[in-house]
């Protein structure tokens, strides 16, 4: 009895020693911001698991808390936040590259993506071996091969759903140019769609708590699938990502190094077997990491932004019929859509698309970095190893540089804009962060400009749309689950779709 006592006052001492130095003592003491969110980590894990019975909820509670505190808040014992257009480019800077969070890696179950990757110097190297394959000259030699899906996706829509009563599924499954093997499923409805929200699902629990992300990864498959019976989707797309890796491996195995072969060079997993990467690299393991990350992120990205673009711009007449004008104007035959070159010359259209990646956010939750040299902000010293994050969401419904910034105004992007004076008026494009900024930046940012910009065009041109048994619930972020996320009895924005006159 004595022993237990002894330790219960022990772990009570310990608790109260631990809270007196967050609360008062700690190096973060002094920034704004609830006490109880200084105090315990438990606070962000109640608005990110539990509140509204939704989770996903802290992005939202960090706004509001920036409303009564100030541009920087302590958010939870180690990190601050702060809501400051001008000090973004200092956080995600292409001159210093800092770490992030090591527990983060665990987010998707795929610790070793370039996505998840804590440390700059690894993230440094392999980025190396993929950057080429992503390169805005790369990409527009890749344009023709995303009008070919795109041109099948249009064909499927005229022959299965045009002049229907019925609509074509939910778009955010049928607008992805970036992949074929959905366009031959009913519905336009693939596994690879309900991985995509396996993943989306286990994002909160395993950034709360990485260990459970660490021991669904030490277990055999098949227990997990009993355990979780969601996560048979995940499995699946991941045993999938290995298959791809493996028979990439067996083609670049069968040839000479120095030896030049299309099959060998066909898929960015050929070029990185190829490249100078230390041999602990190209595991099967590290390599299926990379390919849901950049297969799962990359194209779930892309049919979000379509999907919000589209939506906004059917129910809006004004903008469809301008859109439709300019495109209709510059492509008379519908059947002969212009290379992605000319099309990024079209300013209303590119303003569409730039206004439906400003609204979709692309990663919405904070991206914390950790500089390894102090940081000041106004009168805050932040010193090493601090977290420190923002997010863009908070960027990109800045009322100062977004007047009406859930509104879909895609004329706010035409004429080369500038900020407001007090964001030293520059280009309004500088503030657009669906990609990020500095070295981190997202690596498919010239694919997805591609995709979306021929999804669009290709789409608006050939068809006449009507929105059906659809409202602005289906586009309205209610939750926070890395990516945005919509109310969960949503079935998507869904339309019927006709031939173009």
Same mark, same amino acid.
Request: hydrophobic content about 40%; some cysteine.
């Given at each position: 009895?004595?022993?237990?006592?002894?330790?219960?006052?022990?772990?009570?001492?310990?608790?109260?020693?631990?809270?007196?130095?967050?609360?008062?003592?700690?190096?973060?003491?002094?920034?704004?911001? /609830?006490?109880?969110?200084?105090?315990?980590?438990?606070?962000?894990?109640?608005?990110?698991?539990?509140?509204?019975?939704?989770?996903?909820?802290?992005?939202?509670?960090?706004?509001?808390?920036?409303?009564?505190?100030? #541009?920087?808040?302590?958010?939870?014992?180690?990190?601050?936040?702060?809501?400051?257009? %001008? !000090?973004?480019?200092?956080?995600?800077?292409?001159?210093?590259?800092?770490? *992030? #969070?090591?527990?983060? @890696?665990?987010?998707?179950?795929?610790?070793?993506?370039?996505?998840?990757?804590?440390?700059?110097?690894?993230?440094?190297?392999?980025?190396?071996?993929?950057?080429?394959?992503?390169?805005?000259?790369?990409?527009?030699?890749?344009?023709?091969?995303?009008?070919?899906?795109?041109?099948?996706? %249009?064909?499927?829509?005229?022959?299965? !759903?045009?002049?229907?009563?019925?609509?074509?599924?939910?778009?955010?499954?049928?607008?992805?140019?970036?992949?074929? =093997?959905?366009?031959?499923?009913?519905?336009?409805?693939?596994? !690879?769609? *309900?991985?995509?929200?396996? !993943?989306?699902?286990?994002?909160?629990?395993?950034?709360?708590? /990485?260990?459970?992300?660490?021991?669904?990864?030490?277990?055999?498959?098949?227990?997990?699938?009993?355990?979780?019976?969601?996560?048979?989707?995940?499995?699946?797309?991941?045993?999938?990502?290995?298959?791809?890796?493996?028979?990439?491996?067996?083609?670049?195995?069968?040839?000479?190094?120095?030896?030049?072969?299309?099959?060998?060079?066909?898929?960015?997993?050929?070029?990185?077997?190829?490249?100078?990467?230390?041999?602990?690299? +190209?595991?099967?393991?590290?390599?299926?990491?990379?390919?849901?990350?950049?297969?799962?992120?990359?194209?779930?990205?892309?049919?979000?932004?379509?999907?919000?673009?589209?939506?906004?711009?059917?129910?809006? *007449?004004?903008?469809?019929?301008?859109? @439709?004008?300019?495109?209709?104007?510059?492509? /008379?035959?519908?059947?002969?859509?212009?290379?992605?070159?000319?099309?990024?010359?079209?300013?209303?259209?590119?303003?569409?698309?730039?206004?439906?990646?400003?609204?979709? %956010?692309?990663?919405?939750?904070?991206?914390?970095?950790?500089?390894? @040299?102090?940081?000041?902000?106004? *009168?805050?010293?932040?010193?090493?190893?601090?977290?420190?994050?923002?997010?863009?969401?908070?960027?990109?419904?800045?009322?100062?540089?977004?007047?009406?910034?859930?509104?879909?105004?895609? =004329?706010?992007?035409?004429?080369?804009?500038?900020?407001?004076?007090?964001?030293?008026?520059?280009?309004?494009?500088?503030?657009?962060?669906?990609?990020?900024?500095?070295?981190?930046? %997202?690596?498919?940012?010239?694919?997805?400009?591609?995709?979306?910009?021929?999804?669009?065009?290709?789409?608006?041109?050939?068809?006449?749309?009507?929105?059906?048994?659809?409202?602005?619930?289906?586009?309205?972020?209610?939750?926070?689950?890395?990516?945005?996320?919509?109310?969960?009895?949503? @079935?998507?924005?869904?339309? +019927?779709?006709?031939?173009?006159?």
């Amino acid at each position: 009895m004595t022993l237990f006592l002894v330790l219960v006052v022990s772990v009570l001492l310990s608790a109260f020693c631990l809270s007196a130095y967050r609360v008062w003592f700690h190096p973060l003491a002094s920034v704004p911001g /609830p006490r109880l969110a200084g105090l315990t980590y438990w606070y962000e894990s109640y608005y990110e698991l539990l509140h509204r019975g939704l989770g996903g909820q802290y992005t939202f509670k960090i706004q509001r808390l920036h409303e009564e505190y100030g #541009p920087i808040v302590r958010i939870n014992p180690g990190e601050v936040h702060i809501d400051d257009p %001008c !000090f973004y480019s200092q956080l995600y800077t292409y001159r210093d590259g800092f770490d *992030k #969070p090591e527990h983060l @890696k665990w987010r998707f179950g795929s610790p070793s993506a370039l996505f998840s990757t804590p440390g700059h110097h690894i993230h440094k190297v392999r980025r190396s071996a993929q950057d080429p394959f992503f390169t805005k000259s790369r990409i527009l030699k890749l344009a023709p091969e995303i009008q070919v899906k795109a041109d099948k996706m %249009c064909r499927r829509l005229a022959k299965d !759903f045009s002049d229907q009563q019925i609509p074509p599924t939910s778009l955010p499954n049928s607008l992805s140019t970036g992949t074929l =093997e959905f366009l031959d499923h009913s519905m336009f409805e693939s596994p !690879f769609v *309900k991985a995509i929200r396996g !993943f989306k699902d286990i994002a909160h629990p395993c950034t709360q708590f /990485p260990w459970l992300a660490r021991i669904f990864a030490s277990l055999p498959s098949w227990v997990v699938r009993i355990i979780q019976p969601s996560m048979s989707c995940v499995m699946d797309f991941q045993d999938e990502m290995r298959l791809l890796v493996r028979t990439a491996q067996a083609e670049v195995n069968q040839h000479a190094p120095d030896e030049k072969d299309i099959k060998t060079d066909r898929t960015i997993f050929h070029g990185i077997l190829r490249s100078d990467l230390p041999k602990e690299e +190209l595991e099967v393991e590290i390599l299926k990491d990379h390919a849901v990350s950049l297969i799962g992120a990359g194209i779930a990205s892309a049919q979000w932004t379509l999907t919000v673009a589209f939506y906004h711009i059917i129910s809006n *007449k004004e903008i469809a019929c301008r859109l @439709k004008d300019e495109l209709e104007t510059s492509m /008379p035959d519908e059947d002969n859509i212009m290379s992605l070159e000319k099309l990024m010359q079209l300013p209303y259209l590119m303003s569409c698309v730039e206004e439906g990646l400003r609204l979709a %956010c692309g990663q919405m939750t904070r991206s914390p970095r950790i500089p390894k @040299k102090p940081m000041q902000y106004g *009168k805050h010293f932040l010193p090493p190893d601090t977290l420190i994050s923002m997010d863009t969401w908070h960027m990109h419904h800045n009322s100062a540089l977004f007047p009406d910034s859930f509104a879909f105004v895609p =004329e706010r992007w035409l004429d080369q804009p500038l900020s407001p004076a007090m964001y030293q008026s520059r280009p309004l494009r500088y503030y657009m962060v669906s990609f990020g900024k500095g070295t981190r930046h %997202c690596i498919g940012m010239n694919l997805a400009y591609a995709e979306i910009t021929i999804g669009l065009a290709s789409l608006i041109r050939r068809f006449e749309w009507e929105l059906w048994e659809t409202s602005h619930a289906d586009v309205e972020v209610v939750r926070d689950l890395i990516a945005p996320e919509v109310v969960k009895t949503s @079935k998507g924005v869904r339309m +019927l779709v006709r031939l173009g006159k």
